[in-house]
């Protein structure tokens, strides 16, 4: 139970705001250090900026300076302030922000009330804005597969210098979507003092540690730019200047205020305490301690500008944490209280004269300020420039065409993220950035696009384990090696090495011909397995397999979710001969030779391959191939289709797969074209590959209910409960189908979703009399 006690009274116990920060102590640590190092030159080199701007249009009374602090989750309090001063009718002409404070800040002085800042603050997504990975449903084909088969995305860049990491732990991509729908859409400003209330942001200086404060340009990348924390958050490069959180230079800002002329500061403090002694209990936070000491540095000389004149709030918000951002709304009545404390020590007329203590009459607007456009998202804005700023290897034409922007077009904002979203998916983008120049007469739409500087090689990895506890384990170790970029359209050649049940060395090269949406595909593998020849649930003996594979064809991509390809393909296979038939084979081992064609298409809207919750996948492979085995010769037609769909409402999900698998002639050589059944969700309590044919049919139900989120912001790892329902069988002949053969299944099961792959306990029994008890790890084998 939540109360609050602020007139618009605010209050949801069920936000689960807990940023990226509360899972990364690492990155903090990172921080810290960052802190410590440029903390001698920041006092040293730092130089407030002198602007004679705002005040000077403020006649007849002081002019007001509101002053917002940093503090991270604490800002609630800055908006339980604002509150405060709009009921007192405080004029307020001047808004200087660091970090959260530049947020809130922004959000005030772009024309916001606080209840409007509060409503946003509740209604805001803060976890999606500390994620920089889109839903997989938003991500092109090819590069779902990828995420899909090699699920630990370290993001590690491997080139010739070495192995190399990102500036940022977090890309700040989505920091900047979120902004943008807080703040609406604005034109590029030449002066912050064109906003309802004239504003200034602070940032610092990454390379020399010095105070840099904004005062014009794009409104959203302004506060970005204050509040990009160092290690953990990409920084923003502005004028040639890398600009990380303004905390480590001016926490809060009273000297800019001071220095743009405001009589009258009103300075929020919301900087945490030392810890104790006892507090002191590791590591982290005895670094935690560090930065406190560091940053009280800076505070304290900016309250020691502070006259009697000025007033200095610092609300007791209790232990909300510098990372509780769950809680940041409870930091509002905290912020509102301790101004109206405050307020009733001063007499109101030293403010603005002839306003009385207790006075309620509204004061004008703020003079000299001027009303800015703010168009909702799906407000459509004629484009008539576009003035890119590419730095990356790509082509102008290819990016302008994945985002979907044209000179000429009339194109709504919502329109142009989505735009983003589409080249952002791409995976070789480290940020995009946009803004308007004007939202009337001539709008020039202004993209900037920059390129993951720790490429252009990428490593992902993969682990994958299996133990059913009676007749089989499996595992499997892999590593992906991604050369992007190879063509100014987005080539890119991707190898790969797996050890583990089976061993598997591949090499792709992908090529896309300019912007027609094709693209030419060459591809080669090598892959050893072992594993057990079975015939109607009977095991033949082990059978070791030694695949060599090329392919290479067309295919045609043009929209995201669908892709088809036409490859021609060799394949050269070597199967030992069982144990349990030397004494009536011929031959130890057999070789086998395939030629043909292969037709593949896919569609894919999942937003998640393991726990999806929405979309539909479909997945079709028909080949003709000419094969030869044992001096035998033949042409064999294979189809294999599949479909998985899912519905859900709130915490439960139903999906529904169904398989088909068949040699379209019928007298197929008995080796080839096999497909098998057996394992967790694939006819559940048998072992695996128990039963296989040239003709597999199969359909499941699974149920699933998400016992808890585990959303820690950047990162999240929903448990589930769930249980399945399974029906399936396999023939040789096509004759021998018979739906009334089909074999029962059923399996109970606990579901994590964790960053390197599904993980499952579960339990299966089947009506042949299998059961078994499961421990999963990592994508399916």
Same mark, same amino acid.
């Given at each position: 139970?939540?109360?609050?006690?602020?007139?618009?009274?605010?209050?949801?116990? /069920?936000?689960?705001?807990?940023?990226?920060?509360?899972?990364?102590?690492?990155?903090?640590?990172?921080?810290?250090?960052?802190?410590?190092?440029?903390?001698?030159?920041?006092?040293?080199?730092?130089?407030?900026?002198?602007?004679?701007?705002?005040?000077?249009?403020?006649?007849?009374?002081?002019?007001?300076?509101?002053?917002?602090?940093?503090?991270?989750?604490?800002? +609630?309090?800055?908006? +339980?302030?604002? !509150?405060?001063?709009?009921?007192?009718?405080?004029?307020?002409?001047?808004?200087?922000?660091? &970090?959260?404070?530049?947020?809130?800040?922004?959000?005030?002085?772009?024309?916001?009330?606080?209840?409007?800042?509060?409503?946003?603050? !509740? !209604?805001?997504?803060?976890?999606?804005?500390?994620?920089?990975?889109?839903?997989?449903?938003?991500?092109?084909?090819?590069?779902?597969?990828?995420?899909?088969?090699?699920?630990?995305?370290?993001?590690?860049?491997?080139?010739?210098?070495?192995?190399?990491?990102? @500036?940022?732990?977090?890309?700040?991509?989505?920091? @900047?979507?979120?902004?943008?729908?807080?703040?609406?859409?604005?034109? %590029?400003?030449?002066?912050?003092?064109?906003?309802?209330?004239?504003?200034? =942001?602070?940032?610092?200086?990454?390379?020399?540690?010095?105070?840099?404060?904004?005062?014009?340009?794009?409104?959203?990348?302004?506060?970005?730019?204050?509040?990009?924390?160092?290690?953990?958050?990409?920084? #923003?490069?502005?004028?040639?200047?890398?600009?990380?959180?303004?905390?480590?230079?001016?926490?809060?800002?009273?000297?800019?205020? @001071?220095?743009?002329?405001?009589?009258?500061?009103?300075?929020?403090?919301?900087?945490?305490?030392?810890?104790?002694?006892?507090?002191?209990?590791?590591?982290?936070? #005895?670094?935690?301690?560090?930065?406190?000491?560091?940053?009280?540095?800076?505070?304290?000389?900016?309250?020691?500008?502070?006259?009697?004149?000025?007033?200095?709030?610092?609300?007791?918000?209790?232990?909300?944490?510098?990372?509780?951002?769950?809680?940041?709304?409870?930091?509002?009545?905290?912020?509102?209280?301790?101004?109206?404390?405050?307020?009733?020590?001063?007499?109101?007329?030293?403010?603005?004269?002839?306003?009385?203590?207790?006075?309620?009459?509204?004061?004008?607007?703020?003079?000299?300020?001027?009303?800015? !456009?703010?168009?909702?998202?799906?407000?459509?804005?004629?484009?008539?420039?576009?003035?890119?700023?590419?730095?990356?290897?790509?082509?102008?034409?290819?990016?302008?065409?994945?985002?979907?922007? =044209?000179?000429?077009?009339?194109?709504?904002?919502?329109?142009?993220?989505?735009?983003?979203? $589409?080249?952002?998916?791409?995976?070789?983008?480290?940020?995009?950035?946009?803004?308007?120049?004007?939202?009337? +007469?001539?709008?020039?739409?202004?993209?900037?696009?920059?390129?993951?500087?720790?490429?252009?090689?990428?490593?992902?990895? @993969?682990?994958?384990?299996?133990?059913?506890?009676?007749?089989?384990?499996?595992?499997?170790?892999?590593?992906?090696?991604?050369?992007?970029?190879? /063509?100014?359209?987005?080539?890119?050649?991707?190898?790969?090495?797996?050890?583990?049940?089976?061993?598997?060395? %591949?090499?792709?090269?992908?090529?896309?011909?300019?912007?027609?949406?094709?693209?030419?595909?060459?591809?080669?593998?090598?892959?050893?397995?072992?594993?057990?020849?079975?015939?109607?649930?009977?095991?033949?003996?082990?059978?070791?397999? $030694?695949?060599?594979?090329?392919?290479?064809?067309?295919?045609?991509?043009?929209?995201?979710?669908?892709?088809?390809?036409?490859?021609?393909?060799?394949?050269?296979?070597?199967?030992? *001969?069982?144990?349990?038939?030397?004494?009536?084979?011929?031959?130890?081992?057999?070789?086998?030779?395939?030629?043909?064609?292969?037709?593949?298409?896919?569609?894919?809207?999942?937003?998640?391959?393991?726990?999806?919750?929405?979309?539909?996948?479909?997945?079709?492979?028909?080949?003709?191939?000419?094969?030869? *085995?044992?001096?035998?010769?033949?042409? /064999?037609?294979?189809?294999?289709?599949?479909?998985?769909?899912?519905? &859900?409402?709130?915490?439960?999900?139903?999906?529904?797969?169904?398989?088909?698998?068949?040699?379209?002639?019928?007298?197929?050589?008995?080796?080839?074209?096999?497909?098998?059944?057996?394992?967790?969700?694939?006819?559940?309590?048998?072992?695996? %590959?128990?039963? &296989?044919?040239?003709?597999?049919?199969?359909?499941?139900? *699974?149920?699933?209910?998400?016992?808890?989120?585990?959303?820690?912001?950047?990162?999240?790892?929903?448990?589930?409960?769930?249980?399945?329902?399974?029906?399936?069988?396999?023939?040789?002949?096509? &004759?021998?189908?018979?739906?009334?053969?089909?074999?029962?299944?059923?399996?109970?099961?606990?579901?994590?979703?964790?960053?390197?792959?599904?993980?499952?306990?579960?339990?299966?029994?089947?009506?042949?009399?299998?059961? /078994?008890?499961?421990?999963?790890?990592?994508?399916?084998?």
């Amino acid at each position: 139970m939540c109360e609050l006690k602020t007139p618009f009274k605010i209050c949801d116990p /069920s936000m689960k705001n807990r940023l990226v920060f509360a899972a990364l102590p690492l990155l903090l640590i990172i921080s810290i250090a960052f802190n410590v190092a440029v903390a001698d030159q920041r006092y040293a080199k730092s130089s407030p900026s002198v602007d004679d701007g705002p005040c000077s249009e403020v006649d007849n009374r002081p002019c007001v300076a509101l002053v917002l602090g940093g503090g991270g989750a604490k800002g +609630g309090a800055h908006i +339980g302030v604002i !509150q405060a001063l709009e009921e007192r009718h405080i004029p307020v002409d001047l808004v200087v922000g660091t &970090s959260i404070g530049a947020f809130v800040g922004g959000l005030y002085a772009s024309g916001k009330d606080s209840a409007a800042i509060a409503q946003l603050f !509740q !209604q805001a997504d803060w976890n999606s804005g500390y994620r920089d990975n889109l839903t997989r449903s938003d991500i092109p084909m090819r590069r779902k597969r990828q995420l899909d088969e090699f699920q630990i995305h370290v993001d590690l860049g491997l080139t010739r210098k070495g192995v190399s990491i990102p @500036k940022g732990f977090i890309q700040g991509q989505s920091m @900047k979507t979120l902004l943008d729908s807080m703040l609406g859409t604005y034109p %590029n400003f030449t002066s912050f003092d064109q906003l309802p209330i004239p504003f200034r =942001a602070v940032a610092a200086d990454a390379e020399t540690g010095e105070e840099i404060v904004l005062s014009y340009g794009d409104l959203a990348t302004a506060m970005q730019a204050s509040m990009s924390l160092p290690g953990i958050v990409r920084p #923003i490069v502005h004028e040639g200047r890398i600009l990380v959180d303004g905390g480590i230079a001016n926490n809060v800002p009273i000297s800019v205020a @001071k220095n743009l002329g405001a009589d009258i500061v009103i300075a929020v403090d919301i900087g945490a305490s030392a810890n104790s002694k006892d507090e002191l209990n590791s590591g982290v936070a #005895i670094l935690l301690q560090l930065t406190k000491f560091l940053t009280g540095r800076n505070v304290a000389e900016q309250k020691a500008l502070l006259t009697s004149s000025d007033i200095l709030i610092i609300p007791e918000l209790g232990d909300i944490g510098l990372l509780s951002f769950d809680r940041v709304l409870e930091a509002v009545d905290k912020g509102y209280q301790q101004t109206l404390t405050e307020l009733n020590q001063r007499s109101l007329a030293i403010i603005a004269p002839g306003l009385n203590d207790g006075d309620v009459t509204p004061l004008p607007s703020q003079p000299g300020a001027t009303t800015t !456009q703010n168009l909702p998202f799906d407000d459509e804005i004629l484009i008539s420039a576009i003035n890119l700023s590419n730095n990356t290897r790509l082509n102008d034409d290819y990016i302008l065409h994945r985002m979907g922007v =044209a000179v000429g077009e009339n194109m709504a904002v919502d329109e142009i993220n989505t735009g983003i979203n $589409r080249l952002y998916g791409q995976g070789t983008i480290a940020r995009i950035t946009t803004s308007w120049d004007d939202l009337e +007469g001539d709008s020039a739409l202004n993209i900037r696009v920059d390129e993951k500087e720790w490429g252009p090689g990428y490593l992902d990895f @993969k682990f994958n384990f299996e133990d059913d506890f009676s007749s089989f384990s499996e595992y499997q170790l892999g590593a992906s090696y991604r050369l992007t970029n190879l /063509s100014q359209y987005g080539a890119e050649w991707v190898s790969s090495f797996e050890v583990g049940t089976e061993k598997v060395i %591949n090499t792709e090269l992908y090529w896309p011909i300019k912007k027609t949406g094709f693209f030419w595909d060459v591809f080669g593998e090598y892959e050893r397995t072992v594993f057990e020849y079975k015939d109607a649930g009977r095991a033949l003996g082990t059978v070791q397999a $030694r695949d060599s594979t090329v392919s290479a064809g067309i295919g045609w991509n043009t929209w995201d979710k669908f892709e088809v390809t036409l490859s021609a393909l060799y394949r050269r296979g070597v199967f030992d *001969v069982p144990d349990y038939l030397d004494e009536y084979a011929t031959v130890k081992d057999i070789h086998v030779d395939q030629r043909g064609g292969i037709l593949e298409v896919n569609f894919d809207s999942l937003d998640n391959a393991s726990f999806p919750s929405r979309g539909w996948n479909l997945k079709a492979i028909l080949s003709r191939t000419r094969d030869e *085995v044992l001096n035998l010769s033949n042409y /064999s037609n294979f189809i294999d289709a599949q479909y998985n769909g899912v519905l &859900s409402y709130q915490r439960h999900s139903i999906r529904g797969l169904l398989r088909y698998q068949s040699t379209l002639n019928h007298d197929a050589l008995s080796l080839l074209g096999s497909a098998s059944l057996g394992g967790f969700l694939n006819l559940s309590g048998n072992p695996s %590959n128990f039963i &296989s044919g040239q003709h597999v049919r199969f359909a499941s139900g *699974v149920y699933t209910y998400q016992l808890a989120e585990n959303d820690f912001g950047a990162i999240d790892f929903p448990l589930y409960l769930g249980f399945s329902v399974e029906a399936g069988n396999a023939w040789y002949a096509k &004759s021998n189908v018979d739906y009334s053969d089909l074999i029962h299944s059923s399996s109970l099961f606990l579901g994590w979703d964790t960053p390197i792959g599904p993980a499952y306990l579960a339990y299966g029994r089947s009506d042949t009399g299998g059961k /078994s008890l499961y421990v999963f790890l990592g994508v399916t084998f």
